[in-house]
Nanobody, 119 residues
Framework: QVQLVESGGGLVQAGGSLRLSCTAS????????MDWYRQAPGKQRELVAG???????KYADSVKGRFTISRDNAKNTVYLQMDSLKPEDTAVYYC?????????????WGQGTQVTVSS
C-alpha cells in the first residue's frame, strides 16, 4: 500500500503562484510516473502534468508555460509549481502515482487539495 499526502493548496489572486507537494509513503518501491490531476465543479477530472521516474515531463496545453512539475525521488515527493494562475485553474488537485507491481501497474490517489483563484 502507498499513502499519498498532498499540501500547498489555498486561495490566491489571479496572477499569483502556489506550489503543491505530494509525498508518498508506505510500500514505495517501484513507483513509476507521478502525476497531478484536477477536477473543477461539474467537470471531469483531467491530467494537468505528469513526470516519469527519469524526469520526463508532460503538460496539459492549458498549463504549458505556467506550471512546472518536478520530483525528488529520494524524498518520494512530486511538486507542482503553479505560476500566473487564472480563475479557470480553480479546482481540487489530486496527486496520482503508479507502482510497478510486476504483473502490471497499480494507481494510487491522494485525497486532493483545493486551489481557488480569485479574479
Amino acid at each position: 500500500q502507498v499513502q499519498l499526502v498532498e499540501s500547498g493548496g489555498g486561495l490566491v489572486q489571479a496572477g499569483g503562484s502556489l506550489r503543491l507537494s505530494c509525498t508518498a509513503s508506505g510500500s514505495i518501491l517501484n513507483i513509476n510516473d507521478m502525476d497531478w490531476y484536477r477536477q473543477a465543479p461539474g467537470k471531469q477530472r483531467e491530467l494537468v502534468a505528469g513526470i516519469s521516474r527519469g524526469g520526463s515531463a508532460k503538460y496539459a496545453d492549458s498549463v504549458k508555460g505556467r506550471f512546472t512539475i518536478s520530483r525528488d525521488n529520494a524524498k518520494n515527493t512530486v511538486y507542482l509549481q503553479m505560476d500566473s494562475l487564472k480563475p479557470e485553474d480553480t479546482a481540487v488537485y489530486y496527486c496520482k502515482v503508479d507502482q510497478n507491481m510486476g504483473w502490471g501497474y497499480y494507481d494510487y490517489w491522494g485525497q486532493g487539495t483545493q486551489v481557488t483563484v480569485s479574479s
